[in-house]
């Protein structure tokens, strides 16, 4: 079993930067691809970045060049860096964590997400 919780979001203005956190904390051997969702008002929940067990990383077209995904060596705490806010990017975020160590879009644990709000 995982838990996650995200902590860090808040409110920016359009143009700055947030640095949200995810810690990880699991029962048991396993490997995770962790990945970032968010969800507007009105809007479906959308994929924003993943990051593979290898540290591989992909993103959302419309993230890419402004946001990264990292973690810590230990692999405890997910660290997504948000550049260039724009008030679109407003919405719940959602940290995920997929069995198996490579990310195929079969998300098996969710956090309880944090509001990033851009005006």
């Known amino acids: 079993h995982v838990q996650l919780v995200e902590s860090g979001g808040g409110s920016v203005q359009a143009g700055g930067s947030m640095k949200l956190s995810c810690a990880v904390s699991?029962?048991?051997?396993?490997?995770?691809?962790m990945g970032w969702f968010r969800q507007a008002p009105g809007k479906e929940r959308g994929a924003v970045a993943a990051i593979n067990i290898d540290g591989t990383a992909s993103y959302a077209d419309s993230v890419k060049g402004r946001f990264s995904i990292s973690q810590d060596g230990a692999r405890n705490t997910l660290f997504p860096q948000m550049n260039s806010l724009k008030p679109e990017d407003t919405a719940m975020y959602y940290c995920?964590?997929?069995?198996?160590?490579?990310?195929?879009?079969?998300?098996?644990?969710w956090g309880q997400g944090t509001q990033v709000t851009v005006s």
């Open positions: 995920a964590a997929e069995r198996g160590g490579y990310c195929e879009d079969d998300w098996n644990y």
């Open positions: 699991k029962n048991g051997a396993g490997s995770y691809c």
